[in-house]
């Protein structure tokens, strides 16, 4: 039977619990031990880092050169599908890109993780003849993240435009885009000499254009899209005049403002 707990204070949780707490650490299983013994046997011609099993998932590190030849050798194994592959930036503490693809065995109902860790200035073989989902997703990270890889049919951008500088994906990327995205279009489309003329480009998500009214409500004057702006100030309450009523006997003169925790 579930154990019962108290649904009246479910909002106070978040005042009763640590704000430091550090969840345990996920179990890692010797592979030897478990079914994924076959794999580690079929690979032990190769210089294994590191290997463990971790939520019914093999996971193996191996060295950047070796990268082709453990990917062959695991689709031989049985392991048909390259359903995921991507990286993670380490640049500042590593100076370079942790790399992992993610294998499938349909007919074994296994899954294994293969991690190798590539320098900033290193080249990594690609695998994209090896499966043919490799192509698109390595080029993927090579557009996001900058990894460069050998061999490619053809490495090019993918998201980004052919000419755009720098990897948007990197953690020294800025979040709303550097000076060259920001002028990215206006440059492009019309030309520097219209800077000053259309300015720059909005990439904050989060900005209000007061003078904007078509798309944008002022306070206290809210009114549907396209419509005219009241000119007199309505302090509308919770519940919509005529709208779905979701809120019971809350008015705005009602209101408390919290002054301490309860």
């Given at each position: 039977m579930r154990i019962y707990s108290d649904k009246k204070d479910t909002s106070k949780k978040n005042y009763y619990e640590d704000r430091f707490f550090k969840a345990n650490q996920t179990q890692k299983i010797d592979p030897l031990q478990t079914f994924f013994k076959d794999e580690i046997n079929a690979l032990t011609n190769f210089n294994i880092l590191n290997s463990y099993v971790e939520f019914n998932t093999l996971v193996i590190y191996i060295n950047s050169v070796d990268n082709i030849d453990v990917i062959t050798s695991l689709k031989n194994f049985g392991y048909e599908m390259l359903c995921e592959m991507s990286g993670i930036d380490f640049i500042a503490q590593k100076n370079g890109v942790e790399v992992f693809y993610e294998l499938l065995s349909i007919s074994k109902k296994r899954r294994v993780r293969v991690k190798t860790f590539v320098k900033t200035d290193e080249m990594l073989q690609s695998v994209a003849n090896i499966y043919k989902s490799a192509n698109w997703a390595e080029r993927e990270l090579y557009d996001m993240m900058g990894v460069l890889f050998k061999n490619h049919p053809n490495l090019k951008r993918l998201i980004m435009p052919d000419d755009w500088f720098d990897h948007p994906l990197r953690k020294s990327y800025p979040l709303q885009g550097d000076e060259r995205a920001r002028w990215y279009e206006i440059d492009t489309i019309y030309g520097k000499?219209?800077?000053?003329?259309?300015?720059?480009?909005?990439?904050?998500?989060?900005?209000?254009?007061?003078?904007?009214?078509?798309?944008?409500?002022?306070?206290?004057?809210?009114?549907p899209k396209g419509e005219d702006r009241p000119t007199k100030p309505y302090k509308q309450e919770y519940q919509e005049e005529n709208g779905v009523k979701f809120v019971k006997k809350v008015k705005r003169d009602n209101s408390k403002i919290l002054d301490k925790r309860p």
């Open positions: 000499d219209f800077r000053s003329i259309i300015g720059e480009e909005n990439r904050d998500s989060g900005f209000v254009d007061s003078k904007d009214t078509f798309n944008f409500s002022m306070l206290y004057h809210e009114t």
